[in-house]
């Protein structure tokens, strides 16, 4: 189930935020993906998920797998009446699709999930009641009943307190330990070398691409910044 990266390029209207990557996502790896803002990191886990068409390039599956995708807590509505338990129901949804149907287990295992996050007691409260945290726990369970093979983080630890960051990167570690292959955007660079074997270092280029001691050296770090540095709003038109 890994994923090979052939010199891909993605962006938006052909102005390129992640530019010629190229590598291999390890099945079972659990990496952190780092750099500067704005440096092509939420836009490589939406080419990947397929949100996003690459402009050039390509990503190769080695063998069929399921994708979840956990976006930025700030990219999600939450003003739609829904309420918690329904909101991991929708896990669901990639098997059952609009009109099928939610069986006895999947009920089951939605709660068991919700439960497992320490929100079964809110399953019946509107999400839109919730504080960050208590949102960001309830997407967790809605990945946990998804089941994919590969899980994609996009600041998942992003305005949570701390026993909320701690309780999630748990359960991040479970899914590393039962096989699931798992790519978190951070910013928390201690965290990202304490608990992330591998590491990718993207400032629209990739800096470095290897075990996360590798990768995050003072040299590396500093040449990302310094290409941060240089960018303008609108980057060239991508041609290849």
Not at 8 to 28: F, K
Request: proline share 4%; net charge neutral.
């Amino acid at each position: 189930m890994s994923l090979i990266f052939d010199s891909l390029t993605a962006g938006y209207d052909r102005h390129p935020a992640v530019h010629h990557l190229s590598g291999t996502l390890q099945d079972n790896s659990l990496t952190a993906l780092i750099g500067p803002n704005g440096g092509g990191k939420s836009t490589l886990l939406k080419a990947i998920t397929g949100l996003l068409k690459p402009l050039s390039g390509q990503i190769q599956h080695t063998k069929k797998c399921r994708i979840g995708y956990l976006p930025q807590v700030a990219e999600i509505d939450r003003s739609f009446p829904m309420s918690v338990y329904d909101t991991v129901l929708l896990g669901y949804w990639p098997v059952c699709g609009i009109w099928g149907g939610i069986n006895a287990a999947q009920r089951h295992e939605a709660l068991h999930a919700l439960e497992k996050v320490g929100m079964d007691s809110f399953a019946h409260r509107p999400v839109s009641a919730l504080s960050s945290g208590q949102f960001q726990r309830v997407l967790f369970a809605r990945l946990m009943v998804q089941n994919a093979d590969i899980l994609l983080l996009d600041e998942p630890f992003a305005a949570i307190d701390s026993r909320t960051t701690a309780d999630l990167l748990q359960v991040v570690l479970e899914w590393h330990k039962n096989g699931k292959t798992v790519v978190a955007v951070l910013h928390d660079l201690p965290q990202a070398r304490l608990h992330f074997p591998e590491a990718l270092l993207l400032a629209r280029d990739c800096i470095a691409w290897d075990k996360t001691a590798l990768v995050m050296t003072e040299d590396n770090l500093k040449k990302a910044d310094n290409l941060a540095r240089q960018w303008h709003d609108h980057g060239e038109i991508c041609a290849a």
